[in-house]
Every structure is written in C-alpha cells, then in structure tokens.
C-alpha cells in the first residue's frame, strides 16, 4: 500500500504543477510568496480534483480546456483509491 501512497501523491503533484502555470500570474513580476501561495492553490486543486471532492470556495475553478483535466484527474483519482482499498485489505487479511 505504501507504494500506491507514493504513486498518489506523485499524481497529484505533477497535475499541481501542470496546473501552475494556468493560473494567471506572471510570475517573472510575482514575489517568492506568490509563487507558493498559488502552488498551495494547485496544490488544493489537484488534491480536491484526485479525490473527487467538490472545490467549495477556495479556489476558482479553471475555465476552457483546463477544466476538463480536472475531470481527468478525478477519474484517474477515483481508481487510484479503489486500487489502494484492494492492495491495503489484501495486507491486512493475509
């Protein structure tokens, strides 16, 4: 289960960081605090995307073709969990 953990978590990182630079800061002007406030703001986005929670209103959702990599994720997400369940009982019932 550890693995599929560490599979998680590199997912929703990479798709954090693809949806960095779709946020609409430039950060070439933007200060060292911005820059990991909006990766925060990725961050929860691709965590809340990958679990298939809802965004509730911290973040904006994204529009145009962005969008629908969040709906990607989500699938891709949902059957990252149910693989966790099935690896995790397995330990556990041997």
């Known amino acids: 289960p550890w693995r599929v953990i560490g599979v998680g978590a590199a997912l929703i990182a990479l798709f954090a960081l693809f949806y960095?630079?779709?946020?609409?800061?430039?950060?070439?002007?933007?200060?060292?605090?911005?820059?990991?406030?909006?990766?925060?703001?990725?961050?929860?986005?691709?965590g809340v995307s990958f679990t298939a929670l809802g965004y509730v209103e911290w973040v904006e959702p994204p529009e145009g073709w962005i969008k629908h990599l969040g709906v990607g994720e989500s699938f891709i997400g949902v059957f990252h969990i149910a693989l966790f369940l099935v690896t995790f009982t397995r330990k556990m019932t041997r």
Request: glycine share 14%.
């Open 20 to 46: 960095m630079p779709w946020s609409g800061v430039d950060f070439s002007r933007a200060g060292v605090g911005s820059f990991f406030g909006h990766l925060w703001k990725a961050l929860y986005f691709s």
